[in-house]
């Protein structure tokens, strides 16, 4: 290792560069071959030097996962970006980045609620695991007030619009559909969202 990766690990990059190469890892070979001090060889770091950012394995799969949700979360802002105004424009663009997501990222996206529901997940997971629901129920509660949503509770109208756009991504990137049904796939499942949140 060179002197000015040394610096750059010392100022605080060595926590980043981690979780970079525990992520390649997970996509690669699975959470099974998450090793703190196989992390440390292949960074050409002392195997004792990640202690100082994650206490053991749980800690490093903890943290992956809440940079999985606040990827996610900036993945779907993103996708709201030079789109319509309409509820139904908006939801498309958010179904199909959660979709690519979770094509792109089916090891992660294992993870990530995997972690999510662990008894044991810190408040900082269970926070940023909330966030892209919270956006899909504010896209919802602005679709009501334009008239463009039926009316009810926000969790009640979200949770079969949840339901079936997760269910559908986790079909996607567990490679159950072929690729030649995702696109069409995804145009019926928008289409059968759209039908159960339009207003009676």
Not at 51 to 64: C, E, G, I, V, Y
């Amino acid at each position: 290792m060179t002197p000015t990766q040394t610096r750059r690990y010392h100022h605080g990059d060595l926590r980043a560069a981690l979780l970079t190469r525990a992520e390649e890892t997970l996509q690669e070979k699975g959470p099974g071959a998450l090793s703190l001090r196989e992390l440390a060889r292949n960074l050409g770091v002392s195997h004792a030097a990640p202690s100082r950012h994650f206490k053991d394995k749980q800690a490093l799969l903890d943290a992956l996962a809440v940079a999985g949700f606040d990827r996610l979360a900036e993945t779907l802002t993103a996708s709201q970006e030079d789109v319509g105004e309409t509820f139904a424009e908006r939801v498309a663009a958010i179904a199909r980045a959660y979709v690519d997501f979770a094509t792109a990222n089916a090891e992660l996206l294992d993870l990530m609620y995997a972690k999510k529901h662990d008894p044991a997940a810190s408040e900082a997971l269970v926070a940023a695991s909330q966030r892209w629901g919270e956006q899909v129920l504010e896209l919802i509660a602005q679709g009501q007030h334009r008239n463009e949503v039926r009316k009810g509770p926000l969790e009640r109208v979200g949770l079969p619009l949840f339901a079936t756009l997760h269910g559908f991504a986790s079909l996607a990137s567990s490679g159950v559909l072929p690729a030649e049904i995702l696109e069409p796939g995804l145009d019926d499942v928008i289409e059968y969202m759209l039908r159960g949140c339009a207003p009676e």
